[in-house]
């Protein structure tokens, strides 16, 4: 590069490590209309695209400079990285393995190459890559606290459940011993606890200490925001609440939160929503990012948590409310801090934080069992009536079997559930189900990733010998197919550790009863909640053998299922467009403002 270049170069990357990703991509894109052909200045593109949330335009670029300079590790990395992000995992995993062989002594490749096998399902591999990895690099937290979280997606057995959560456990007792140092634990380790509570086990324990270890291993993100101190209220007015999340819009997350969001009353609240990524604007279906005093915005939150614990705190909410902790690393981390005097997690991810500085757990007395106070690090908040204001589908045409390759004759018992959410110790239901209807077939419907649905077939040939044939787990749906699938399915079957959300309402709207077994757990029993609610009890099974009755009966005998189906049609309207979760919310945010020491109002 001349010496302007280099001094350009300079003013980018100062620009970048102070968390200023549109300028510093300005000036970038200045020197590549010069040098259009430099790797090094498409590299930097391309991890400013990524920062910002545009991980398709980032791996578009680094193509490029991959193209330039093949050989180089640093970009094969980063450009695997972009298509990980971009959700093109398998397209990653090559330019990992090639970086990874490259550069074989690098420990950070190594972290990625083990997040792109874990996430695609090949546990045995992931966690191979993360010993090579700590081997590499002991001292690294990233990589220990990755290695700590590390789960299968399908699990092979029983047996493996309580092999790798013994793992975890004995990995988490090596963080607590150790003493590590995470300065943006999103951005360094970069993954949360998701796959934990897919175990069907009390995770409190674990949950609590994990967020420990993150707050020994990074004292910054437990930040306190100025307008947080104990004191006389700073404004008067409405009450201002953010909600957070990166799952707004089309995602179930979405579906199931924006009633409450659209419908509280402007008089009372000033309702900020902080975008986690990118689209926030679109996702959130309002428009603009606005200023704190308009009455409705959008807030994009930068990638960094310094930048976006100060952005959250400089709008001053009196409550933040995460619909989903635990579901990606960037809104997970943020609740550590202390951003609003009133900070609430909801079951849109039904599992205790273990995060200290959250206040409330707010879920429903309809969804949650006997004593699960116990099973939450919050304030467990159970509130009576219901939980969302969910608007019905469209499902548009009508389709038939012969669209998805289905036999016309077979009774359909459908399970549209994710895939890891399909507990090995369940797959005798499954069995069950279909020997007592020799004309029964089970549909599954297939993940992110091709591999989960791959995994999942081998364990069935395994465990259900004699039936395997007739399970059939279908390429991944896009959101017309599913709602068309729903509606050709004779039976609906859910999954006892951890039950439809959104999928129980599109159920109900297509007129199909769920065949439900509740859980231990809040997360296994939120079905079992809509049939309290509607006045269905006797649709909810209270034992295995009851769960294959129920099944059984309803696909074999018309008359008994076109019966059901009336009931619940007849019925089924008391769970959409109700409003009633707005006026609990409302009152519950008031009287949480009014316990703040000091007042809130």
Not at 504 to 510: D, L, M
């Amino acid at each position: 590069m001349t010496n302007l270049s280099e001094h350009r170069f300079g003013e980018a990357l100062a620009h970048y490590r102070a968390g200023r990703l549109d300028d510093a991509l300005v000036v970038y894109e200045e020197m590549l209309a010069d040098q259009p052909d430099h790797p090094d200045i498409l590299n930097n593109v391309g991890a400013c695209l990524m920062d910002l949330g545009h991980s398709e335009a980032a791996a578009n670029v680094l193509f490029r400079a991959v193209e330039l300079r093949p050989g180089d590790a640093d970009l094969l990395n980063n450009l695997g990285n972009a298509l990980q992000r971009s959700q093109r995992t398998g397209d990653a995993l090559g330019n990992f393995r090639a970086a990874a062989a490259r550069a074989p002594r690098n420990a950070i490749i190594r972290l990625n190459f083990a997040n792109a096998l874990l996430r695609l399902g090949d546990y045995e591999g992931g966690i191979d890559q993360l010993a090579q990895a700590r081997t590499l690099d002991p001292g690294s937290a990233a990589i220990a606290f990755a290695d700590a979280q590390a789960l299968p997606v399908i699990y092979d057995s029983e047996e493996q459940v309580g092999t790798a959560r013994a793992r975890v456990v004995e990995k988490l007792t090596v963080l607590e011993a150790g003493s590590w140092a995470l300065m943006d634990p999103a951005a360094e380790v970069g993954v949360s606890n998701f796959y934990l509570p897919y175990q069907g086990r009390n995770d409190r324990d674990l949950q609590e200490r994990l967020a420990s270890a993150y707050i020994l291993a990074c004292p910054a993100l437990t930040f306190s925001a100025p307008h947080c101190q104990a004191g006389p209220r700073r404004r008067e007015g409405r009450i201002r609440i953010g909600f957070v999340s990166a799952h707004f819009g089309r995602h179930t997350i979405g579906k199931l939160f924006q009633g409450l969001i659209h419908g509280l009353d402007r008089t009372a609240f000033d309702v900020i929503v902080f975008h986690v990524g990118s689209g926030g604007a679109e996702a959130s279906g309002s428009a603009g990012h606005g200023h704190a005093e308009s009455d409705d915005h959008v807030v994009l939150v930068p990638p960094g948590l310094k930048q976006a614990q100060a952005l959250i705190a400089g709008y001053e909410p009196d409550i933040l409310y995460y619909p989903d902790i635990g579901m990606e690393p960037m809104s997970y981390f943020l609740a550590f801090a202390r951003l609003a005097p009133v900070q609430c997690a909801c079951w849109g991810h039904p599992v205790t934080t273990g995060i200290p500085n959250i206040d409330h757990f707010l879920s429903w007395s309809i969804h949650e069992p006997a004593g699960s106070a116990a099973h939450y690090s919050e304030q467990l908040t159970v509130l009576d009536g219901f939980c969302t204001l969910y608007a019905p589908p469209d499902f548009g045409a009508a389709s038939d079997r012969v669209v998805f390759g289905l036999p016309l004759g077979a009774t359909l018992y459908l399970c549209p559930q994710s895939l890891f959410k399909i507990h090995p110790g369940d797959d005798q239901l499954w069995g069950d189900i279909l020997r007592k209807d020799p004309n029964g077939r089970i549909i599954f419907l297939g993940g992110q990733q091709a591999s989960w649905g791959n995994r999942l077939e081998v364990r069935f040939r395994r465990t259900l010998t004699d039936v395997a044939d007739r399970i059939d787990i279908l390429p991944r749906l896009s959101g017309t197919e599913f709602l068309r699938m729903l509606q050709l399915a004779d039976v609906i079957l859910d999954t006892p550790r951890w039950s439809g959300g959104s999928t129980s309402f599109e159920a109900a709207a297509a007129g199909k009863v769920v065949v439900t077994l509740p859980g231990e757990f809040m997360r296994g029993r939120f079905t079992m909640g809509l049939y309290r609610h509607m006045g269905l009890d006797d649709l909810i099974a209270r034992s295995p053998r009851a769960y294959v009755e129920m099944a059984v009966r309803l696909g074999t005998d018309a008359t008994e299922r076109a019966r059901q189906e009336t009931r619940l049609q007849e019925r089924s309207h008391h769970l959409f467009n109700n409003a009633e979760t707005i006026d609990t919310h409302h009152r519950f945010f008031e009287q949480a403002c009014r316990r703040v020491p000091g007042g809130l109002g």
